[in-house]
Structure formats: C-alpha cells, structure tokens
C-alpha cells in the first residue's frame, strides 16, 4: 500500500510539472475559412500560423509556448460572434481577427467583456476603433485614409468623366463607396449613380445596364473580390470597357480568376506590397516554399502576432489589458510590415494606402502591380 502512494505521490508531481513545463497562451484566429472569402480567411489563417511557429521554436512569449484556435466566421456577423463566444468559453485571451468589418464590430464585443485583445489584419471600417474600446487594434488602416487616397486619383485622373459608384452595403463596402465619393464630390466630381447590390448575388445584368445607360467612364466598387470579379465580367459580355476601381477587398489573385481577361487594366488601393519588404524576406520565402503565396494580408496576421509578443515581453505579462497598456503606448514595434506604432483608438499611425493596375505579367497571369506615384 505505501508503494502505491508513493507511486501516486510521484505521477502526481511528474503531471504538475509537466503541466507547468507545457503551459500555453491560447491564441484564436477568426475569419472566412470557408465560403466565397474563404481566399482572405486563408490569408489570416496562414500568416498567424507561420508567426506563432516561428515564435514558439524561438522559446514562445515569456516562456510559454502559443497553442492556435481556429473560428470560420463564413464572413457572417451572427456567425461572427458564435466565434467569439465560443473562443471565449475555450479561454483564448488573444484574437487576431476577423477579416471583415461587419463581423468584427459585433464580435469585438464579446471580447471587450471577456476581457480578450483582438488585433484584425483586415477590417477597414473606422467605426470599428472610434467606440473607445480598450481591447481593439488594427494592422491595416482605415476606410477614409483609403476613400481619400482613391477619391484623389480619380479626381486627378477621371476629371470631367462619368464616375458610377456601386457597393455591396455591408459597413466596409459602402463606408468605403460614401468615403471615396466624399472625397471626389470634395474635389468636384459629382457620381452619375451610387448604386447598392446585395452580397450573394451572381446576376449583375441589370446593375451594367444603368452603369452603360449612365455612360459611366468609370466604376468605383466598394465591395469584395466575389462581386466584383462578376461585375466585371458581365461589364465586359455587355461591352462595357469602362475600368473598375476598387479597394483592398479584391487584393487577392483570385480576383482575376473570376472577373476573367477583362480584369486587366482594373484599378485597386492597398498598402504598400509587404512582400517586397526587406524585413519579411525570409518570412516569405518560408511562405512559398509551402506553395502559398502571401497576399495582401497574410503578413499583416503574421505582424499581429509578433506585436502582441512584443508587447508582452515589454510590459513582463501575459495579461491582455497590460498588453494593450503597452500597445497604445507609443511604443515602436517591428514587424514584417514595417514599424508599426499605435494611437490611444488602436489604429496604426502610419498612412500607407497606394494605387495600383491590375496587369497581364509575361506568363499571362493577371495581377495588381504598384503604380508608380
């Protein structure tokens, strides 16, 4: 009997210790990793993964490894919030998360009041940090830093043409469609139409009718890379030549895929490409040695997760109101996208959004290149 408690007395401490040697921070990545922005969910899914391996073989975050969760949201509010319930029942304490604006605005509550940090590499929407959230931070920036850099080129470049404006009323499509056409309306340009469409549809015949009858020159989309693939493809059937310009919702090459050989010549505001950037050189080359090419903002997941390491080594917690403390300090953190520094509302401070055409490479492939300023 006294060796059989002595052998308990031993398992018990051997699982004490093993537990304390093999504690982790749960981390939760949210986004589309099914459905029609299942492309951008992989984006997210992949960027935070090879950040939190990269990390973990470095000796983790103060000594304790990260373990990942994984929430498809099928770009779907209600869904959206599922998510975050269930990450919050699970224990998560960091979310890097979600991709778009009108699932992260009501799942960003259920973090607020569990006491959880989530930082987006995607959602645009201003509302999203102007609601005095202690706990909501962005990598990307904001739909009227975009709207203005897109209303000032098409006032520089479309000045006395037709410009229709279409966009899928969702907060990120149509905040960006109202934000872009402020900017032109400011600038003296006046939109022939401002047309909403709903997500899911396929058939957009009517829709290029009023845009051929309006004799539109030019058509401004606020939308995702899925309808506006299809816009453009029935522009073209319906021989309509007018361009697309449309944001960083279609920044990825699937895009073309959809909208066919019409797409090129298409206009696009995004960042500055981040691939290119000497600081994510390897953490790119480790991408495509997988066969995954990381676009628009698979580096900006990766970049979340190194800011909130960063932030956790700086303040010596793992408590995620410390973390954001030291976050909205004014502290410098580098990432794969460049030096990143926040304001009290959890935006970036830098403003980086560029123009870029949609254009055939010497292999055929269409995709977006920078234009030159």
């Not at 090459?253 to 019409?262: L, M, N, T, V």
């Not at 900006?300 to 960063?310: C, N």
Request: glycine letters at 12%; a positive charge; charged letters at 20%.
């Amino acid at each position: 009997m006294k060796k059989i408690t002595t052998l308990c007395l031993a398992l018990g401490f051997a699982v004490a210790f093993a537990g304390a040697a093999t504690a982790q921070i749960k981390m939760g990545v949210a986004g589309p990793i099914t459905g029609p922005n299942a492309a951008f969910g992989a984006q997210l899914k992949n960027g935070a993964e090879q950040a939190v391996a990269d990390i973990n073989a470095s000796g983790g975050i103060l000594g304790q490894q990260i373990s990942l969760a994984f929430g498809d949201d099928v770009s779907d509010a209600r869904q959206g919030v599922s998510v975050a319930n269930k990450f919050a029942a699970d224990g998560v304490k960091f979310v890097i998360g979600h991709y778009n604006s009108g699932v992260t605005i009501p799942a960003s509550l259920v973090y607020q009041e569990n006491g959880m940090l989530a930082i987006t590499p995607a959602a645009t929407n201003p509302t999203l940090t102007e609601r005095g959230l202690w706990n909501i931070f962005r990598t990307c920036g904001r739909d009227d830093q975009q709207g203005a850099v897109a209303g000032n080129y098409i006032a520089q470049h479309f000045k006395g043409k037709k410009v229709a404006v279409v966009h899928d009323k969702t907060p990120y499509g149509l905040g960006l469609a109202e934000e872009t056409r402020k900017t032109m309306n400011a600038k003296g340009i006046k939109e022939v139409m401002f047309e909403g469409i709903n997500v899911g549809d396929k058939d957009f015949n009517a829709l290029v009718s009023k845009i051929k009858s309006a004799g539109a020159d030019l058509v401004y989309w606020g939308g995702l890379h899925t309808e506006g693939g299809l816009i453009v493809r029935q522009m073209r059937d319906q021989g309509v030549k007018a361009p697309l310009m449309g944001g960083d919702g279609i920044t990825d090459d699937e895009f073309a895929s959809i909208a066919g050989p019409g797409s090129e010549g298409t206009l696009m505001t995004y960042g500055p490409d981040p691939r290119k950037r000497a600081e994510a050189k390897s953490v790119v080359d480790k991408f495509r040695a997988k066969k995954f090419e990381p676009q628009a903002y698979t580096l900006y997941s990766y970049a979340a997760v190194q800011i909130i390491k960063q932030a956790a080594d700086a303040a010596k917690s793992l408590d995620p109101k410390k973390i954001a403390a030291q976050m909205n300090s004014g502290m410098k953190f580098k990432t794969v996208i460049g030096e990143i520094a926040y304001d009290k509302k959890g935006d970036v401070t830098r403003l980086d959004y560029v123009v870029y055409v949609w254009k055939k490479e010497a292999s055929g492939k269409i995709t977006y290149v920078e234009l030159p300023k």
